[in-house]
């Protein structure tokens, strides 16, 4: 059987139709500057903030204009200096410790499970050396947060959330960016909600509110904020903070919030596209798919397994044969980052010492988008096509 998938693996659906309908309605009024209110008119950015303040039980929420922006502004707002370490994750993607570098910051890689989530017990290890965490939830996989937040507390860390593949995720009855002193969200194409660019940062602490209001380039017209911190808890930074612009703007707002009202609904389809490829990948011979906890109530939009132990050769054939039957597996071992993928030893301006044990996870770790476009019939046949084709290296290795 040499069926071949013919789905495009970066096609997203197009935008509902009450996201048009808004946009257009911007459009027409030209209005396109998140201060830039007729009288009595509530802002889209700042409507944007209110709704998804309150869908998230924050108390504050801004908008800005990449995640990569909102993890530089958490940074910031929490007082990270040039020359400061902050924690992070060694299996994420670029932005992560570029946030990091932007603000003159040393990232400190800490390694990885085979269960793709931080390794607590490097944590721990590395918790003296730096005041902050920049906990990515890559691809969605989420650690044990009550762990991770009794080691932060025992080791004086703030923890700032990268929840770009956890919009709408779990970990027990809390959400996911609600642990963290700050949680940090991307709305760029790829990710749960779809304005091209853009993020949202969310928090309960009204003076780091202030600053990260004023860091994303607020002039002095703060006030107009809804889901802002009070004009009085300004007083104190509203002079001493950079304006370093990266705002939200109306437009991308106003195709935000219709999808934000139906995310829910959304994070559902993909959890079953998830489960129909994880279930007819189950118990492939040198396969090993992704343990996930019963608390982790995780936002599929792609899926993760490994192949620990396969040397190169093999693992490129599974690539390659894959790719020719339509399917386009991405590799975080290769030795050089292609597309979105990355590992920490490619990022040269932060040398990491080896983390031999992440290394060998990194090194198996396939990756695959399954954008809202596929059908459950197309996640059953691109099962079936991996299925087919690991079974085949495996057995001639
Ligand atoms: C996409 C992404 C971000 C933020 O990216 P932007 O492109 O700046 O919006 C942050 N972390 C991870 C893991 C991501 O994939």
């Known amino acids: 059987m040499t069926e071949v998938f013919k789905g495009n693996f970066t096609q997203q659906e197009p935008l509902p139709q009450a996201a048009i309908d808004a946009a257009m309605a911007v459009l027409n009024h030209g209005r396109l500057h998140r201060y830039n209110e007729a009288d009595g008119e509530i802002a889209q950015a700042a409507a944007l903030e209110t709704e998804f303040a309150a869908l998230m039980g924050a108390k504050y929420c801004l ?82 947060m009550d762990r991770l937040m009794a080691l932060a507390a025992d080791h004086g860390l703030q923890v700032v959330e990268d929840c770009a593949h956890t919009m709408g995720a ?112 189950a118990d492939t011979p040198g396969l090993t798919l992704i343990d996930r906890p019963a608390q982790e109530h995780f936002v599929a939009s792609s899926h993760q397994f490994l192949l620990l132990d396969w040397s190169d050769d093999a693992i490129r054939a599974v690539v390659d044969r894959c790719l020719a039957r339509g399917v386009e597996l991405k590799w975080f071992g290769a030795p050089d980052p292609v597309g979105f993928t990355s590992r920490y030893s490619s990022w040269t301006y932060a040398p990491s010492d080896p983390m031999p044990a992440s290394d060998r996870v990194l090194r198996a770790v396939m990756d695959m988008r399954l954008p809202l476009t596929f059908s459950l019939e197309d996640c059953a046949q691109i099962a079936r096509i991996i299925r087919s084709e690991v079974a085949a290296v495996f057995q001639s290795q």
Request: glycine fraction near 12%.
């Open 63 to 144: 908008g800005v204009a990449s995640g990569g922006f909102a993890l530089a502004t958490a940074l910031r707002a929490l007082g990270v200096k040039p020359g400061d370490k902050v924690l992070t994750n060694a299996f994420t993607l670029a932005p992560v410790p570029g946030s990091i570098a932007a603000v003159g910051a040393i990232p400190i890689f800490v390694g990885v499970t085979e269960d793709l989530v931080i390794d607590l017990d490097d944590l721990a290890a590395k918790a003296e050396q730096a005041d902050v965490l920049m906990l990515s939830h890559m691809r969605g996989h989420i650690v044990d």
């Open 170 to 281: 779990k970990w027990g009855d809390t959400w996911s960016g609600r642990f963290g002193a700050i949680g940090c969200y991307s709305t760029q194409t790829y990710k749960h909600v779809n304005s091209g660019e853009g993020g949202l940062l969310i928090t309960d602490d009204e003076d780091l509110m202030a600053k990260a209001t004023m860091l994303s380039g607020s002039y002095m017209l703060y006030g107009k904020h809804r889901a802002g911190a009070r004009v009085e808890a300004f007083e104190d930074v509203r002079l001493g903070t950079p304006n370093i612009s990266g705002r939200m703007d109306n437009l991308r707002a106003s195709i935000l919030r219709p999808q934000l009202a139906n995310l829910a609904v959304q994070c559902e389809r993909w959890n079953k596209r998830y489960d129909v490829v994880d279930g007819g990948l």
